[in-house]
Nanobody, 119 residues
Framework: QVQLVESGGGLVQPGGSLRLSCVASGTIFRVNTMRWYQQAPGKQRELVASITFDGDTDYADSVKGRFTISRDNAKSTMYLQMNSLKPEDTAVFYC?????????????WGQGTQVTVSS
């Protein structure tokens, strides 16, 4: 069974840092583009950052210069280093991956990890 599992969320003070991880497991032939999304209470899920298999990255304007997305293809793992966190970053962060598995090529989602920025 293919799954994505996020970890690393928690409570942090404004200005602090967190590092999220997303691990893909199961029978996976290739992990293509991976993405982080955030969903704040009462709001739609929004794209935060993306990274291709080759390491090309893209960021939402709201996180540029503060967040860094990276991946380790050998470990089928993606990371999101979040610095200078603000209260408005508070959200559930979801991992998304476009993967080639025994079910073909499709998107998979993790269960989400809560990030709360508060003093």
């Amino acid at each position: 069974q293919v799954q994505l599992v996020e970890s690393g969320g928690g409570l942090v003070q404004p200005g602090g840092s967190l590092r999220l991880s997303c691990v893909a497991s199961g029978t996976i032939f290739r992990v293509n583009t991976m993405r982080w999304y955030q969903q704040a209470p009462g709001k739609q899920r929004e794209l935060v950052a993306s990274i291709t298999f080759d390491g090309d990255t893209d960021y939402a304007d709201s996180v540029k210069g503060r967040f860094t997305i990276s991946r380790d293809n050998a470990k089928s793992t993606m990371y999101l280093q979040m610095n200078s966190l603000k209260p408005e970053d508070t959200a559930v962060f979801y991992c998304n991956a476009h993967m080639f598995t025994t079910d073909g090529v499709r998107d998979y989602w993790g269960q989400g990890t809560q990030v709360t920025v508060s003093s």
